[in-house]
């Protein structure tokens, strides 16, 4: 099994959709999570951290289930901009080594 | 600027050559890592460096492969008698974070080429 799994997609939705991405990780010890966003041919960036109570940033909320071990990320009222690869993120157990899962394209049509 | 910075940008190399890909974090931060990207895929991990602790090698592929990091600052990344599947961009990040995880901030990547 994959430290750090995602559903590859694409993801193909109209401008103004709800869209929701899942995570699922192996290390039950993991205590740190992220998702990045990749454009084409770019290096990743930071979207957002996700903390244990979810949180959200403008359209994004991101959420955690541990007893699961899954993290997932919402984007509602999508833009044409959001289209990209979003990466999951995870630490192994306590440690400052990260784990990214393959990504999830997202491609948002006019 | 004041980011990541690596070096070469592009690389392109015959099969059975040695090459070196250099990496500049931003000052301060006390860690560094190492992933490649095959087109299409994924980042994998391949050896992380924090502060003054032993390097966490475990996502080398293979012995052909090596990483120093020299004073705390600039990492090096060295390929041994490349093969064609060696054929990535490898991508250089540090972070801030003492202890843990933290924000990553990424080079633009080298990209090798191994004909």
């Known amino acids: 099994r994959k430290e750090v799994e995602q559903d590859p997609g694409p993801f193909n939705v109209p401008e103004g959709a709800t869209v929701a991405f899942n995570c699922t990780y192996s290390n039950s010890a993991s205590q740190s999570f992220f998702w990045y966003r990749q454009d084409c041919r770019k290096e990743p960036k930071l979207l957002m951290s996700?903390?244990?109570s979810g949180n959200e940033d403008g359209r994004f909320t991101a959420q955690l289930n541990r007893a699961s071990q899954y993290i997932s990320l919402l984007i509602r009222d999508s833009k044409l901009s959001d289209s990209a690869t979003y990466l999951c993120?995870?630490?192994?157990?306590?440690?400052?080594?990260?784990?990214f899962g393959q990504g999830t394209t997202l491609q948002v049509k006019p | 600027g004041a980011g990541v910075s690596q070096s070469p940008s592009n690389k392109v190399t015959e099969k059975g050559k040695d090459v070196e890909l250099r990496c500049d974090p931003i000052s301060g931060h006390t860690a560094l890592y190492w992933y490649r990207q095959s087109l299409g895929q994924g980042l994998e991990f391949l050896i992380y460096f924090q502060g003054n602790s032993a390097p966490d090698k475990s996502g080398l592929p293979s012995d052909r492969f090596s990483a120093e990091r020299t004073g705390g600052s600039v990492s090096t990344l060295t390929i041994q008698r490349t093969q064609q599947e060696d054929s990535a961009v490898y991508l250089c990040?540090?972070?801030?974070?003492?202890?843990?995880?933290?924000?990553?901030?990424f080079g633009e990547g080298s990209r090798l080429t191994v004909l």
């Open positions: 990040a540090s972070s801030l974070a003492w202890t843990g995880a933290g924000e990553l901030f």
């Open positions: 993120v995870v630490n192994v157990g306590n440690t400052g080594k990260l784990i």
């Open positions: 996700v903390y244990s």
